[in-house]
């Protein structure tokens, strides 16, 4: 499982992700949707269009990792915003892989969106 005491930021993709792109190509999308100087200790979520598959890329000291999980029935509660791109608390992830929706959860740090 993702090891989230390193991690220093989890990223969302709000909209619909080609998921046939290996790890340079979500590597790409990455550097075009964000501008930070520094992606190691960072995690990046994308869902497929019918939100029953998901990619995450997690940025360590020295690779990257790719995790995939495709749910046989049901469907990630994947949360929509108007800029595409949200980043989320270490719980939020918990709760959006355990099939929750996060945005009817009221956690004590709001879900800050990344302009």
């Not at 090891?3 to 075009?32: A, C, V």
């Not at 497929?48 to 020295?62: A, G, P, V």
């Not at 595409?84 to 892989?97: A, R, T, V």
Request: charged share 30%; net charge positive; no cysteine.
């Amino acid at each position: 499982m993702i090891d989230l005491s390193k991690n220093e930021g989890i990223y969302l993709f709000s909209g619909p992700t080609d998921l046939r792109k290996s790890i340079d190509g979500l590597l790409m999308i990455i550097q075009e949707s964000f501008s930070l100087s520094d992606m190691r200790n960072k995690i990046f979520m994308f869902s497929n269009k019918h939100k029953n598959r998901l990619k995450i890329i997690e940025i360590d000291i020295d690779g990257i990792w790719l995790y995939q999980k495709r749910l046989t029935k049901d469907k990630f509660r994947w949360p929509k915003v108007e800029y595409g791109k949200m980043s989320l608390s270490k719980d939020e992830l918990n709760y959006l892989l355990m099939g929750m929706d996060i945005t009817q959860i009221h956690l004590p740090i709001d879900i800050k969106h990344t302009y």
